[in-house]
């Protein structure tokens, strides 16, 4: 009788340790999904900024590729390979 007792003692002990584990099985499962988490928001936040720094080089570039010429011409540069000068019509003064 004592050996039974004994036996379901350690059965229990053991039971008792299998379940902890699994607990701390979930535990870390959850804790890998939430730093993930963590780790693709960063990742999101990166490439927001850098979209919004890519957006304010190109309205910098497009601002500093219209040159105002001293001669009343404007420089014209698009994307493209060509350029071209245009001349501004003259002010009349009355």
Known sequence: MIDTQLEIGN??????RDYNG???????????????EYELM?????????????ESF???????????SPTRG???SSRSTSASWSIAAPRCSR
């Open 11 to 16: 059965a229990e002990d053991l039971r008792g």
């Open 22 to 36: 699994l607990m701390e099985l979930d535990a870390e499962a959850a804790k890998g999904k939430v730093q993930d």
């Open 42 to 54: 960063a990742l999101d936040n990166k490439v927001a900024s850098a979209r919004r720094k890519v």
């Open 58 to 68: 190109t309205d910098r570039l497009a601002r500093e590729a219209a040159v105002t």
């Open 74 to 76: 404007v420089w014209s």
